[in-house]
């Protein structure tokens, strides 16, 4: 089994102590590419994304949007790099937040990350099944539980994620270029042809028209919200951070991360803009808007419909099925970064337990094993949970996906923006009032970039606590989007008093909190 010195403890003057590593050199830029790409699920995002944000949204601006948010989240990513530069841990947040605001705030931003990415497979899980359920019964298979599909989902994942992450790597990769081939080939198909009844709709990039609503229908009671569109373009983009998740397994994190993390953050803008303008164009404005306020009975048909229009009868069947494998890929990307969330927080030695379990790993694959199992019995136990305590009704008949998925879905990405916010400020904090590093300490990349994207994050937790209740839907009365806010806040509050309580009775151990971090010249 692998094990290495904590690095960073020993630079500092701490009592270094031996800790299970993961398998390095294991991945290169393609893959971490792939897995961070696979979190974010193009094919997830812009079918179930896009139709909320034109038709409750910013109408006719959602492209303009997706273009504000990548504009925000590349601002972000700019500081967020710098620090990967420096600081390779498998804890990203959690360690880049210990290393620059301090051990108390790092364990709670680091509890607070780890339970984003633990529900959001669960929240993928949901939309899985959901898509599996109904895709087979479209194919004329039959018609069996929701919980089967979940249940089958979960195994097979939590059998990839025993083995090193390389092999997780090829499978999103063959399911990230299907989905990606499928869009691409849509949307230039609809660019090639000049667009639907009205044209190219090249008002849909004009940037002044993210910020405009749609117009609302008082009769159908739908009041056009350009907030809700803002809010549903930046959540289509979680994920794409966890490249620094992968770093001590990468084969030259110093190098890769920056690059993976630059390359996703700005692809995946230019590709959602595209995508979503051909949408419009391809329905027609009108159309568009009718289509997604449910006018076909499937909101989803924004897609389906140009699909089988623009290409083949063929290929929509085709889109159907890569639905279910891009939520399979999302959900088996989103395993792998909690695991490694868990890990971290396990091997840093808060206790001798958490290290001989959550931080160990696999003596032949370098795996989080234990890590990835425990993970999978979260996710079982959640998805359970929804199952038998939460029941269909008329305003919500699809548990798993208005419940499991969006509840999930929000609590995750509640937690994660709060996270993406701290983490910022720890950017300045660490390069400006902590003064490491000052040969790389600039103006724009460690102070002005970090504090726009902190702004940014935070705006974007105000759209989302503004139209929570939107956000939920249908589910907005269950408990579980009631108790949301006081979980997350609640859960970072915790590992802040945790990491309080150690500084005052267990200096040695409080001070392992968010300490491991790999040296490439020490360590390779």
């Keep these: 089994?692998?094990?290495?010195?904590?690095?960073?403890?020993?630079?500092?003057?701490?009592?270094p102590h031996e800790v299970h590593r993961l398998k390095p050199g294991t991945i290169g830029l393609w893959a971490v590419l792939f897995i961070a790409l696979a979190n974010a699920a193009p094919i997830t995002a812009m079918t179930g994304n896009v139709p909320?944000?034109?038709?409750?949204?910013?109408?006719?601006?959602?492209?303009?949007?997706?273009?504000?948010?990548?504009?925000?989240?590349?601002?972000?990513a700019i500081g967020y790099v710098t620090m990967a530069k420096h600081i390779t841990t498998t804890g990203a947040f959690y360690g880049f937040i210990s290393h620059g605001l301090g051990k108390v705030w790092g364990m709670g931003a680091g509890l607070m990350a780890t339970l984003a990415y633990i529900v959001f497979e669960a929240s993928l899980i949901g939309i899985l099944a959901s898509f599996t359920k109904s895709t087979i019964?479209?194919?004329?298979?039959?018609?069996?539980?929701?919980?089967?599909?979940?249940?089958?989902?979960?195994?097979?994942?939590?059998?990839?994620?025993?083995?090193?992450?390389?092999?997780?790597?090829?499978?999103?990769?063959?399911?990230?270029?299907?989905?990606v081939i499928i869009l691409a080939a849509l949307a230039i198909s609809i660019l090639v042809r000049g667009g639907g009844p009205s044209g190219l709709e090249a008002g849909a990039i004009n940037p002044v028209n993210a910020f405009s609503a749609v117009a609302s229908d008082p009769q159908a009671a739908i009041t056009g919200s350009a907030a809700i569109g803002l809010f549903f373009a930046f959540w289509s983009w979680v994920g794409f951070e966890t490249t620094a998740v992968y770093g001590e397994e990468s084969k030259d994190p110093k190098k890769i991360v920056p690059r993976a993390t630059m390359i996703a953050v700005i692809g995946l803008g230019l590709f959602y803009v595209f995508v979503s303008w051909m949408a419009i164009a391809g329905n027609g404005l009108d159309q568009a808007i009718a289509i997604s306020r449910g006018s076909t009975g499937n909101a989803f048909d924004l897609f389906y419909g140009i699909t089988d229009r623009f290409l083949a009868g063929w290929v929509k069947d085709v889109y159907l099925v890569l639905v279910?494998?891009?939520?399979?890929?999302?959900?088996?990307?989103?395993?792998?970064a909690?695991?490694?969330?868990?890990?971290?927080?396990?091997?840093?030695?808060?206790?001798?337990?958490l290290r001989r379990t959550l931080g160990s790993t696999h003596g032949k694959h370098g795996s989080p094993h234990i890590a990835s199992l425990v993970q999978s019995v979260i996710t079982v136990v959640i998805t359970l949970g929804f199952f038998f305590l939460q029941k269909p009704t008329d305003a919500a008949p699809d548990v798993a996906y208005i419940?499991?998925?969006?509840?999930?879905?929000?609590?995750?990405?509640?937690?994660?923006?709060?996270?993406?916010?701290?983490?910022?400020?720890?950017?300045?904090?660490?390069?400006?009032?902590?003064?490491?590093?000052?040969?790389?300490?600039s103006w724009w990349r460690t102070f002005l970039a970090p504090l726009i994207g902190a702004v940014g994050m935070l705006y974007v937790v105000y759209l989302l606590f503004s139209n929570i209740d939107f956000a939920a839907g249908a589910a907005a009365g269950s408990p579980i989007f009631k108790a949301t806010p006081y979980i997350v806040i609640g859960i970072g509050v915790l590992g802040a008093l945790v990491a309080l309580a150690l500084k005052y009775r267990s200096p040695e151990r409080y001070e392992r909190i968010?300490?491991?971090?790999?040296?490439?010249?020490h360590e390779r």
Aim: contains cysteine; glycine residues 12%.
């Design 338 to 353: 909690a695991s490694r969330y868990l890990y971290a927080l396990g091997r840093d030695g808060v206790t001798s337990g």
């Design 52 to 76: 909320i944000a034109i038709g409750f949204g910013n109408g006719l601006g959602a492209p303009a949007g997706f273009f504000f948010a990548t504009v925000i989240l590349t601002i972000f």
């Design 137 to 179: 019964e479209t194919f004329g298979g039959p018609s069996i539980s929701w919980l089967v599909y979940a249940l089958i989902g979960i195994v097979i994942i939590a059998a990839l994620g025993y083995f090193e992450i390389s092999l997780s790597g090829k499978v999103l990769g063959v399911f990230l270029v299907a989905e």
């Design 514 to 521: 968010g300490a491991t971090v790999m040296a490439e010249s």
């Design 1 to 15: 089994m692998s094990t290495t010195k904590d690095v960073s403890a020993e630079s500092e003057g701490l009592t």
């Design 403 to 441: 419940h499991q998925y969006g509840l999930m879905a929000i609590m995750g990405t509640m937690a994660l923006l709060i996270v993406q916010s701290i983490c910022s400020i720890a950017v300045i904090w660490y390069f400006h009032v902590r003064k490491q590093h000052p040969e790389t300490a």
């Design 324 to 336: 279910v494998t891009g939520s399979f890929a999302c959900a088996l990307a989103f395993h792998n």
